[in-house]
């Protein structure tokens, strides 16, 4: 989730009776032509499957607000959309309240009033209260319902039962804070609730932390993970994952969450590729993918890169290239579901993204294997950069092959001569230029070329968009893509 100092651009156990009322079952509803959910490891464990074992490459937005600052209608408008773009994933949050969200309420209730917990304390940001063992069976219900139009939109939710943004000790969060208030045993009978009452939808993916910058403090990493342990106890079978600290962080940076999670969530504004092969190579061996980065319409107060088509098509190529099954995709206006998000939200970012999505899905995307040690690609790589490194600065060349020779990839964010070794090719090549601003390809003239030797590559000038950023697609001769 977004941190408050964000500027936005371009624009202005409760009683067993309780836990009784849980419904025990629900129709398993999805959209027409959706992935079979739940969604599942691997056999590698390198990424996500569908109950058919088809790879699911996760093409998702974060309207983390919509739960607390959006109608039932409003939801149904957004998935409508979001599903005729070709997304098929969404992250939003269960709690919504300020400090963290642009003209949320303080007691995180909805726009038509409905608190999430029927006790409540006000005294302000650090000081209110509930007790979560006293849940609000109408706020729930509204839960329920967007859940359930995700669903029916083929839409996986990523879903955050408590978001522990967005500030360090001793000010944190609103939601962190009243985890502590509650203790461990408050948070494991909430925790369980929560898994009781959802294990019957198959399009959740449970989402912990959130820009969970205090994970180091052993007081609310421990009460964040009661939440975690007691949900996973409830509903085994569901997939976990936790965000950890801004600016930049991955999931397995906290090895106490190891046993809990079975994805790795990659965070990070500075160039993808870091962070992102980072959370590859970690252990143990888990997907990895670009829970957040820069996002559209929107700069972060350091580095200050805009979210501009070009950043954005940076993040996704490098993602892919780095180890990546997917990104998360977060828009300025829809992140808090401020007013003016219904005309905001079909972007250029959101065009090229999808661009992205198709291009992956033409290929063995998850097959890929991540060319850290640039024996594919040897020359013309540019600078690797650091952590301090801009996203829009950077030139580095991602590059990727599959283990079987069948395909290489290249992202080249700034146009210049590529060598790369022919011999990582299983056959003869073919090779194109694809235009990631209008998804064009062009074909280099000459193949196929043999899979031997180094041959130099130089794209044909600036893209449809007038940048610089091509993409290089070589595929054996013998391969059926």
Same mark, same amino acid.
């Given at each position: ?9 371009? @624009? ?6 309780? @836990? ?18 739940? %969604? ?22 974060n309207?983390h607000?919509?739960i607390? @600052? ?26 919504v309240a ?14 038509d ?8 304390? &006000? ?14 069976e ?12 995700? &669903? ?31 203790g461990l045993? &408050?948070?494991?009978?909430?925790g ?28 609310d ?12 106890s ?29 994805l ?11 962070? @992102? ?5 970690q252990? /143990? ?10 996002y ?20 996704g190529?490098?993602?892919? %290239?780095?180890? *990546? ?14 007013s ?12 090229? %993204?999808?661009i992205?999505?198709?291009f ?25 950069g ?32 590529i060598t ?6 299983k ?11 209008? *998804?064009?390809?062009?074909?280099? /003239?000459?193949?196929?070329?043999a899979?031997?030797g ?6 044909? *000038? ?8 091509w ?11």
């Open positions: 989730m977004r941190r408050p100092v964000l500027i936005v651009a371009l @624009m202005l156990l409760v009683s067993v009776w309780a @836990m009784s009322q849980v419904s025990p079952a629900s129709p398993k509803v999805r959209g027409a032509g959706s992935p079979a959910y739940p %969604l599942k490891v691997s056999a590698n464990g390198r990424y996500l499957v569908d109950q058919n074992n088809l790879p699911f490459l996760i093409t998702g937005d309207p607000a919509l607390g @600052m959006g109608s039932t209608a409003d939801a149904e408008s957004y998935f409508a959309d979001r599903q005729a773009h070709g997304f098929n994933a969404v992250w939003m949050n269960m709690l300020t400090p963290a969200y642009y003209d949320s309420r303080d007691d995180g209730s909805t726009p009033g409905i608190r999430p917990f029927t006790s409540y304390i &006000a005294g302000g940001t650090d000081s209110a209260h509930y007790d979560i063992t006293k849940p609000n109408a706020y729930f219900t509204r839960v329920d319902e967007m859940v359930t139009a995700a &669903a029916n939109h083929g839409l996986v939710v990523f879903l955050d039962l408590i978001d522990t943004c967005c500030t360090a000790a001793p000010r944190r969060g609103i939601w962190l804070h009243v985890l502590l208030n509650n045993t &408050a948070a494991s009978w909430y369980h609730y929560i898994g009781e009452r959802y294990k019957r939808f198959d399009n959740i993916v449970w989402l912990h932390g959130d820009d969970f910058n205090t994970w180091q403090s052993t007081d990493d421990a009460v964040v993970q009661a939440v975690a342990k007691a949900l996973k409830a509903d085994p079978s569901a997939l976990h994952t936790v965000e950890l600290n801004v600016p930049t962080s991955s999931s397995l940076d906290d090895q106490t969450w190891a046993p809990i999670i079975s790795n969530s990659t965070y990070t504004y500075s160039p993808t590729y870091i962070e @992102m092969l980072h959370s590859y190579n252990k /143990p061996v888990m997907p990895t993918y670009l829970v957040e980065g820069h559209d319409l929107e700069k972060v107060g350091d580095p200050t890169d805009y979210g501009t088509p070009w950043v954005l098509r940076r993040q190529y490098w993602t892919m %290239l780095s180890g *990546g099954t997917g990104q998360l995709y977060g828009n300025a206006y829809t992140w808090p579901f401020i003016g998000w219904k005309f905001h939200i079909d972007t250029v970012g959101v065009t090229q %993204l999808m992205w999505k198709e992956f899905s033409s290929l063995p995307w998850q097959d890929l294997v991540p060319d850290q040690d640039h024996t594919t690609v040897t020359a013309g790589l540019g600078t690797y650091d952590l301090q490194t801009r996203v829009s600065k950077s030139d580095f060349c991602t590059a990727a092959r599959t283990s079987d020779g069948s395909v290489v990839i290249a992202y080249m964010p700034t146009a210049r001569t790369v070794n022919m011999s990582s090719l056959a003869p090549a073919s090779a194109k230029w694809f235009d990631p601003t209008n *998804g064009a390809y062009t074909a280099v /003239p000459g193949g196929p070329f899979n031997a180094t041959r130099q590559f130089t794209p044909p *000038g600036s893209n449809h968009d007038g940048d610089s950023d993409v290089l697609l070589l595929v054996a001769s013998d391969s059926t893509r």
